[in-house]
């Protein structure tokens, strides 16, 4: 009788388990769908109301519209170039500085990890920021979204933690062969943290895909760096929007597209491509974040 209660207990504990992922699942996805199904629907249709699962119209003239402004081809290729450059000297930058730091023989090293955690809790505010970007000479540049992300103390934290779990061994009998520290980090350490180097790139390369706030700030002048967050933010705050929908033929402008939708068709557009790499590399946060942290 214990045994058959206790199957009863986990049986219900599973159930609403279940049910409790459900729900949560439902809520991730279901604003997705919404966007999704409101960017392929009339105009006249969402402004009606009352589309929750599927369009009550289908229509692409939305995604005509977004696709016939030139400015989107500029930003994408803009956050693509951004994205990659800045992941790769992110990465490197980031792994070259913990690796030194991960050494307790390193002169100093007790001042710099003490100024890098307080960097993770304060910061000098927007308005000095801002006024440091422009005394660099960054402002309408390129590099304003590259060199500020150069260095993370929390991406250094984890490489950190990888870098004290490589068996000492490896470096000692590479510096018996002559190898420098250079050498060493190039040639040794960096080929075995496949990993930790994947969770790294992850995080910056979504965080680059994702700014906004850098083009809306930095960038006043120089239009064709407007990145693509950058240029949705614009599209969200309706006058973009209006512009693309007047340049739309009369009779499909008074139909079909109406500024609401053409933020919907942006929104999809803007997030596909990062939302169809997520799920691929997914797997490598939990190994990135975790590694190093049980040893065997």
């Known amino acids: 009788m214990k045994r058959k209660s206790k199957l009863k207990k986990w049986k219900a504990f599973d159930v609403c388990n279940v049910l409790f992922m459900v729900v949560i699942c439902f809520?991730?996805?279901?604003?997705?769908?919404?966007?999704?199904?409101?960017?392929?629907?009339?105009?006249?249709?969402?402004?009606?109301?009352?589309?929750?699962?599927?369009?009550r119209k289908f229509?692409?003239?939305n995604y005509t519209a977004v696709f016939k402004n030139k400015e989107i081809y500029t930003s994408f290729g803009i956050t693509?170039?951004?994205?990659?450059?800045?992941?790769?000297?992110?990465?490197?930058?980031?792994?070259?500085?913990?690796y030194g730091l991960s050494k307790p023989y390193l002169v100093g090293r007790k001042f710099f990890m003490i100024m890098g955690i307080i960097t993770m809790f304060f910061s000098g505010g927007l308005i000095p920021y801002f006024l440091l970007i422009k005394q660099l000479g960054?402002?309408?540049?390129?590099?304003?979204?590259?060199?500020?992300?150069?260095?993370?103390?929390y991406n250094a934290i984890i490489f950190m933690t990888f870098f004290r779990n490589i068996p000492v061994e490896l470096e000692e009998s590479a510096r018996i062969?002559?190898?420098?520290?250079?050498?060493?980090?190039?040639?040794?350490?960096?080929?075995?943290?496949g990993p930790v180097l994947a969770?790294?790139?992850?995080?910056?390369?979504?965080?680059?895909?994702?700014?906004?706030?850098?083009?809306?700030?930095?960038?006043?002048?120089?239009?064709?760096?407007?990145?693509?967050?950058?240029?949705?933010?614009?599209?969200?705050?309706?006058?973009?929007?209006?512009?693309?929908?007047?340049?739309?033929?009369?009779?499909?402008?008074?139909?079909?597209?109406?500024?609401?939708t053409v933020k919907y068709a942006t929104m999809v557009v803007?997030?596909?491509?990062?939302?169809?790499?997520?799920?691929?590399?997914?797997?490598?946060?939990?190994?990135?974040?975790?590694?190093?942290?049980?040893?065997?």
């Open 27 to 55: 809520l991730m996805i279901y604003p997705i769908w919404y966007v999704i199904v409101n960017s392929f629907s009339e105009g006249t249709e969402v402004l009606k109301g009352g589309i929750y699962w599927w369009p």
């Open 59 to 61: 229509c692409l003239e």
């Open 80 to 98: 693509v170039l951004k994205t990659v450059v800045g992941t790769v000297t992110s990465v490197l930058f980031t792994a070259m500085v913990a």
């Open 138 to 153: 960054m402002l309408d540049s390129f590099w304003v979204y590259i060199i500020p992300s150069l260095f993370g103390f």
């Open 177 to 193: 062969d002559g190898a420098n520290d250079f050498v060493i980090f190039l040639k040794i350490i960096l080929p075995v943290s």
């Open 199 to 260: 969770t790294i790139a992850l995080f910056n390369g979504v965080g680059q895909w994702n700014d906004y706030f850098t083009g809306v700030i930095y960038i006043t002048n120089e239009q064709w760096l407007i990145p693509i967050q950058t240029f949705l933010y614009k599209i969200i705050s309706e006058s973009s929007s209006t512009r693309i929908v007047q340049n739309m033929p009369a009779t499909v402008r008074n139909s079909m597209v109406t500024s609401t």
């Open 270 to 296: 803007t997030t596909f491509p990062i939302v169809c790499v997520y799920p691929f590399l997914q797997k490598y946060f939990v190994q990135g974040i975790m590694v190093g942290s049980v040893k065997g």
